[in-house]
């Protein structure tokens, strides 16, 4: 018998209407994770690392200072806000480790047709208590759906310590983005931010009948989710616990990559993402269809927002998100390549002046 020619080798594998053809001869395992994330969306399994434990454990000795835990107990958790440090793999070797574990790879490689490469590490001590969300509204490819997340348990969760929530299922519609909410990223004044998209998604929640389902996973389970699976952070119900997790996202070979959420294509906007395979460490090229895009036309069409906004100040960038400045990277960097896509804060919110109130109008009253 003829071995199997995939006459869609733009769709990841995965997803793919021949999946049961491309998948015909994997092991056992390999067919239960792809049917899994084909179905659901997502697939759980046990991270392949013999000392998970040690590197768990190491992690989280090594990052629990770099967290502004007065923020987190003063007011972060009552406000729904949570912690978390982007791209700790830099200087963390443990945090590597598992972001360039090379089976994961391996297996992400297989289920999507291409090599898989890790871009980004996000590291959390507290439940993130997000809304819900796609991916692909962040980091996006074309040929599009090729990008997805790892997430793993570097600690037991349980209802309490506000665990990851998604939606089975959601990841097969449409990929939606500015156009079809009727949105134009190159008309708007203030930072873009996925609040934009969140009543469409509220939307086709209650519209589907889709229900919420809870990840309460024990020390060492990972997760593999799909770009457009919806999901979030579950509220965490005391400030005194912990959710100690780390998010992987990858990348595949010969894509476009960019943020939609930033794009107008048909606009002349594009926000293409320059890109570091963590592996090796090098920039990764956009393309298409196996050739670079030209510089010219990346240059051309990058949004004129990519300049930093008016009155910038970095101290003031630093103070509003401290993580940054404990990473050490460059306030202007940081926000023209992640601060921006992420909504960050500009500087620290006002201090409401409201306890001085009283003593203005005991003074007031004196006066009289």
């Known amino acids: 018998m003829a071995e199997f020619s995939n006459p869609l080798p733009g769709v990841p594998a995965v997803e793919s209407p021949f999946r049961e053809q491309?998948?015909?001869?994997?092991?056992?395992?390999?067919?239960?994770?792809?049917?899994?994330?084909?179905?659901?969306?997502?697939?759980?399994?046990?991270?392949?690392?013999?000392?998970?434990?040690?590197?768990?454990?190491?992690?989280?000795?090594?990052?629990?200072?770099?967290?502004?835990?007065?923020?987190?107990?003063?007011?972060?958790?009552?406000?729904g806000a949570g912690l978390r440090l982007q791209d700790a793999w830099a200087f963390d070797s443990n945090v590597k480790r598992l972001a360039c574990n090379q089976k994961i790879m391996d297996l992400l490689s297989?289920?999507?047709?291409?090599?898989?490469?890790?871009?980004?590490?996000?590291?959390?001590?507290?439940?993130?208590?997000?809304?819900?969300?796609?991916?692909?509204?962040?980091?996006?490819?074309?040929?599009?759906?090729?990008?997805?997340?790892?997430?793993?348990?570097?600690e037991d969760i349980d209802e309490d310590r506000g665990p990851l929530v998604y939606y089975p299922g959601s990841h097969k519609w449409p990929i939606y983005s500015n156009e079809h909410i009727g949105f134009c990223a190159s008309g708007a004044?203030?930072?873009?931010t996925q609040e934009t998209f969140?009543?469409?998604?509220?939307?086709?929640?209650?519209?589907?009948?889709?229900?919420?389902?809870?990840?309460?996973?024990?020390?060492?389970?990972?997760?593999?989710?799909?770009?457009?699976?919806?999901?979030?952070?579950?509220?965490?119900n005391s400030a005194a616990l912990t959710r100690w997790?780390?998010?992987?996202?990858?990348?595949?070979?010969?894509?476009?990559?960019?943020?939609?959420?930033?794009?107008?294509?048909?606009?002349?906007?594009?926000?293409?993402?320059e890109m570091t395979d963590i592996v090796t460490g090098r920039p990764v090229p956009n393309k298409y269809v196996g050739k670079p895009i030209p510089e010219h036309f990346i240059a051309a069409t990058?949004?004129?927002?990519?300049?930093?906004?008016?009155?910038?100040?970095?101290?003031?960038?630093?103070?509003?998100?401290?993580?940054?400045?404990?990473?050490?990277?460059?306030?202007?960097?940081?926000?023209?390549?992640?601060?921006r896509d992420e909504g960050r804060p500009l500087r620290p919110p006002k201090p409401s002046l409201a306890f001085l109130k009283p003593w203005v109008r005991g003074i007031a009253n004196r006066l009289k």
């Open 189 to 192: 004044t203030t930072p873009l």
């Open 302 to 339: 990058r949004p004129r927002g990519a300049a930093l906004p008016e009155g910038f100040d970095a101290d003031l960038y630093y103070a509003a998100n401290p993580d940054v400045k404990r990473e050490g990277v460059p306030a202007d960097v940081h926000w023209l390549n992640y601060g």
């Open 110 to 154: 297989l289920l999507y047709g291409r090599r898989a490469w890790p871009f980004q590490t996000l590291n959390f001590p507290v439940g993130t208590q997000q809304h819900y969300h796609t991916d692909s509204v962040h980091f996006s490819s074309i040929p599009e759906r090729f990008m997805c997340g790892v997430w793993t348990a570097l």
């Open 245 to 273: 997790s780390q998010v992987t996202h990858y990348y595949f070979d010969d894509c476009a990559y960019y943020t939609p959420m930033l794009s107008d294509p048909f606009f002349g906007r594009i926000a293409f993402r």
């Open 22 to 79: 491309i998948f015909a001869s994997a092991d056992a395992e390999t067919q239960r994770i792809a049917r899994d994330l084909a179905n659901d969306g997502f697939a759980v399994f046990d991270f392949p690392d013999p000392d998970f434990d040690r590197v768990a454990d190491a992690i989280k000795a090594n990052l629990h200072g770099r967290y502004d835990w007065d923020f987190w107990h003063k007011s972060g958790h009552a406000v």
């Open 198 to 236: 969140e009543p469409m998604w509220e939307a086709l929640v209650a519209r589907s009948g889709v229900q919420p389902r809870h990840f309460l996973p024990k020390k060492g389970q990972a997760l593999i989710w799909a770009a457009n699976l919806l999901h979030g952070g579950s509220r965490q």
